[in-house]
């Protein structure tokens, strides 16, 4: 779990927006599952498809890509006519989230393909494959 995760340079649907949010994230063989929890109000990537939060608690939100370049990979995710929804920086990681709900009902992460994002992916797999199953959950810093 990370909680109240800071980000750099947040934007929402191209405005400035800090959003109060924390992760819990956990590895099921080669997928990895985020469940995601907004404490504020603001406008975000999450309200945009559940305004009032996920019906019963839990929603399917989006899937992440790796790719080489985040900026080519959103602008190609443009010209196809999807916006870019949500972008910052986490770490020296940038991301963005394009919306394809149109076209599927669920967003698209885009994330870089770098040693910096590959590390955190296996730390999220080796906490998962090392858990004791004695606490729900641990503290990710």
Do not use: K
């Amino acid at each position: 779990m990370i909680r109240h995760i800071q980000l750099d340079v947040p934007h929402h649907r191209g405005v400035p927006q800090r959003t109060d949010f924390s992760l819990c994230l956990t590895q099921a063989g080669d997928v990895q599952i985020e469940l995601v929890e907004q404490h504020d109000q603001t406008p975000s990537v999450y309200r945009d498809i559940f305004p009032d939060g996920p019906p019963g608690g839990m929603a399917f939100h989006h899937v992440a890509v790796i790719v080489p370049d985040v900026f080519e990979e959103t602008a190609r995710y443009n010209a196809l006519g999807f916006p870019t929804a949500s972008s910052g920086r986490f770490g020296n990681i940038d991301f963005t989230y394009v919306d394809t709900t149109a076209a599927g009902g669920f967003m698209v992460e885009v994330l870089p393909d770098m040693p910096e994002m590959h590390r955190f992916f296996g730390a999220v797999r080796s906490a998962a494959e090392d858990w004791d199953h004695r606490t729900p959950w641990r503290e990710m810093s």
